[in-house]
């Protein structure tokens, strides 16, 4: 998730942009950039490093010019650095994107086979080369509309892009295929970003793009295309929302905001490695990881998963499913206590490390105590450039986008994701999993997206529920395995943003110990999709109410087997019975933000707790 901006008109535009940069910076920090077209030439500036870096560096040359497009960047493609950072030139042309090109290898080679000389790691400078290319080099009328035309058509993936160029200093193009992109209308003057905030200091007069549609933005009219290149009319819309609430895209908080982005979060962590043939049959391609070259993967007696907090959570989820898929024995532990244990090593083991930062304190100690031992590491991680990308041997990326709220929702589900295609590629190589099984799973994980977003729609139900319970003294969450792991992140959720005392217990362990603290006023929360477990479950499900708890199940979309033993069920979609924490985990998390809300809480930025935690 990256932020694109554009202005023409009779303004200075690189005080525009560095404003519409500021509203977007949410969107991504960790560089920045302008290209601003002034006098027939394209300045363009860009630095790494928070919007500070570049203000800095602009204030002592600000370009002039009254077009030009801005970027603030959340890595994908290539660390973090001022070469990566956008915009990317190629001739007289700039482009800034935001999105995934899918096929830049390919394209890279392609483009390299007729000269072209690369200059970053990102996968957008081969939009900016394939551009360059057709206006250079295929003769036709097109122009530079013409030219974006040609290579929109060789690129697969997502993407919101703005383009100028030297040689047309009256007009910006552009365009979007699955990531947004508002133009705002002014008087002699258009403006564009990839989210209305960054609009609202100049007008509240919007048009926004369709899938694949093309603008061209003149400083006094612009032209709408289709992606087949017809023309269309465009009636723009009146926004009345106040700046901040835009740019939490109209939710209250960003954590409520981030719950809701897991739909989008799950597709683009999957769609990039999960591959289906013109046949309908599926593949895992991990660019990263090759299973094939390095035999680690198929020889591994032993995987151990370190990390921290949720993460921590989302490696137990991994436990379950690496177990079950792989047949390989997989430990578990958090990183603080990893790093002092005096643990058996082998280094022959798989190591991997989960943590959305990638900058934990723990969990980096730990990494290079396994690397010392002469661990190969893969990491898992939702920041490109973070201290653990860098030092890993190997990076799976959640595709998550920056997570601002502390409390973690879509990374986790993100990073089981990555666990869960991981636990599959695994299983299908060392043969544990056959043709026809490892379809259905990934025809499942397809579906999941889908039913994130029907989810989501039922959250009317979590309010209300919330609204009865958010003063309880004592929540406990119960489950058994995947159910256990999704009721530990949502004990966490609960404590951290409610300060509710909240617990979670293996349900089998209620009669050891936690069944002495029910009474009326604790609210049981049990997490129940593991179907062959529920005749168990049900029954601990019956010594909480018999000791006067509140009981409340989470379970599938058509289970009945607890309407007559417990106050209240709330239904999920149906999924596999191992993919379930992808889904039971959002009503959890929903609880949660609706009780802190209902508290007079801010759940963004709770009490004594920091987003990454750099220190011991
Ligand atoms: C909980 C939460 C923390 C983090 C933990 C690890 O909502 O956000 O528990 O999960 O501090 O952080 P990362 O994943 O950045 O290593």
């Known amino acids: 998730?990256?932020?694109?901006?554009?202005?023409?008109?009779?303004?200075?535009?690189?005080?525009?942009?560095?404003?519409?940069?500021?509203?977007?910076?949410?969107?991504?920090?960790?560089?920045?950039?302008?290209?601003?077209?002034?006098?027939?030439?394209?300045?363009?500036s860009k630095a790494k490093g928070d919007l500070s870096v570049l203000e800095e560096r602009l204030g002592r040359e600000m370009p002039e010019g009254t077009l030009g497009i801005g970027h603030t960047r959340w890595a994908t493609h290539g660390e973090p650095s001022d070469v990566n950072s956008h915009p990317h030139v190629a001739g007289r042309i700039a482009v800034v994107h935001n999105g995934i090109i899918e096929n830049y290898r390919r394209?890279?080679?392609?483009?390299?086979?007729?000269?072209?000389?690369?200059?970053?790691?990102?996968?957008?400078?081969?939009?900016?080369?394939?551009?360059?290319?057709?206006?250079?080099?295929?003769?036709?009328?097109?122009?530079?509309?013409?030219?974006?035309?040609?290579?929109?058509?060789q690129l697969e993936g997502s993407y919101a892009l703005a383009v100028v160029s030297a040689d047309f200093p009256d007009r910006i193009i552009a365009v979007r295929k699955?990531?947004?992109?508002?133009?705002?209308?002014?008087?002699?003057?258009?403006?564009?970003?990839?989210?209305?905030s960054a609009l609202l200091a100049h007008t509240r007069e919007v048009c926004y793009l369709?899938?694949?549609?093309?603008?061209?933005?003149?400083?006094?009219?612009?032209?709408?295309?289709?992606?087949?290149g017809e023309r269309v009319i465009r009636t723009p819309v009146h926004v009345d929302w106040d700046t901040e609430a835009a740019e939490k895209g109209g939710f209250e908080h960003f954590m409520l905001k981030e719950i809701h982005e897991q739909p989008r979060a799950f597709t683009d962590t999957l769609r990039p490695?999960?591959?289906?043939?013109?046949?309908?049959?599926?593949?895992?391609?991990?660019?990263?990881?090759?299973?094939?070259?390095?035999?680690?993967?198929?020889?591994?007696?032993?995987?151990?998963?370190?990390?921290?907090?949720?993460?921590?959570?989302?490696a137990m989820v991994g436990k379950y499913a690496l177990e079950h898929f792989t047949r390989i024995p997989v430990e578990v532990d958090v990183a603080s206590e990893y790093r002092y244990r005096n643990?058996?090593?082998?280094?022959?083991?798989?190591?991997?490390?989960?943590?959305?930062?990638?900058?934990?304190?723990?969990?980096?100690?730990?990494?290079?105590?396994?690397?010392?031992?002469?661990?190969?590491?893969?990491?898992?991680?939702?920041?490109v450039g973070s201290t653990l990308a860098r030092e890993a041997d190997l990076v799976l990326h959640t595709w998550a986008g920056p997570e601002i709220a502390v409390a973690s929702t879509k990374a986790f589900t993100s990073q089981l994701i990555c666990l869960y295609l991981l636990a599959l590629k695994l299983g299908r190589a060392r043969s544990r999993i056959s043709g026809n099984d490892y379809r259905r799973y990934l025809a499942s994980l397809e579906a999941i997206p889908a039913q994130a977003e029907e989810l989501l729609a039922r959250k009317e139900a979590i309010q209300r529920f919330a609204s009865r319970h958010f003063n309880k003294s004592k929540v406990f969450f119960m489950g058994r395995q995947f159910d256990y792991a999704v009721s530990l992140e949502s004990a966490l959720k609960l404590k951290e943003i409610n300060y509710t005392h909240s617990e979670a217990f293996a349900a089998g362990e209620l009669k050891h110990g936690p069944i002495a603290l029910m009474d009326r006023d604790t609210l049981a929360v049990t997490i129940a999709t593991q179907t062959r477990l529920f005749d168990k479950t049900a029954s601990?499900?019956?010594?909480?109410?018999?000791?006067?708890?509140?009981?409340?199940?989470?379970?599938w979309d058509g289970e009945h087997s607890f309407d007559t033993i417990t106050d209240e069920v709330f239904r999920i979609p149906k999924t596999e019975d191992t993919f379930s924490p992808l889904l039971s985990v959002i009503p959890a998390q929903l609880f949660?933000?609706?009780?802190?809300?209902?508290?007079?809480?801010n759940p963004d930025k709770p009490r004594n707790l920091a987003k990454s935690v750099t220190v011991e």
Not at 187 to 196: H, I, Q, R, W
Not at 592 to 601: D, K, Q
Request: hydrophobic letters at 40%.
């Open 1 to 44: 998730m990256c932020g694109i901006t554009g202005y023409i008109g009779f303004q200075e535009a690189a005080p525009i942009l560095l404003g519409a940069l500021k509203k977007l910076e949410y969107r991504g920090y960790d560089s920045a950039g302008v290209a601003v077209l002034g006098r027939g030439q394209l300045k363009v």
């Open 107 to 153: 394209l890279k080679e392609w483009l390299e086979a007729r000269n072209v000389v690369f200059l970053s790691d990102t996968d957008t400078e081969v939009i900016v080369h394939l551009i360059n290319y057709h206006y250079t080099n295929v003769s036709g009328d097109g122009g530079l509309f013409g030219a974006v035309r040609e290579a929109l058509l």
């Open 178 to 196: 699955d990531s947004p992109l508002i133009v705002g209308l002014g008087k002699g003057e258009y403006f564009l970003a990839s989210d209305v």
């Open 210 to 228: 369709e899938e694949q549609e093309i603008t061209v933005l003149y400083r006094d009219h612009a032209d709408f295309f289709t992606g087949e």
């Open 273 to 314: 490695r999960l591959k289906r043939s013109g046949t309908g049959d599926y593949a895992i391609d991990f660019e990263e990881i090759s299973f094939d070259e390095d035999e680690t993967w198929t020889t591994a007696p032993r995987i151990v998963i370190t990390a921290c907090g949720t993460a921590w959570h989302a």
């Open 343 to 383: 643990v058996v090593f082998n280094p022959k083991d798989i190591f991997i490390v989960v943590s959305q930062s990638g900058e934990t304190a723990d969990t980096l100690a730990a990494m290079r105590f396994a690397r010392k031992e002469g661990a190969r590491i893969l990491a898992i991680t939702n920041v």
């Open 540 to 555: 601990n499900i019956q010594e909480v109410r018999s000791r006067g708890a509140s009981s409340l199940v989470i379970t």
């Open 592 to 601: 949660a933000y609706y009780c802190s809300v209902l508290r007079g809480n």
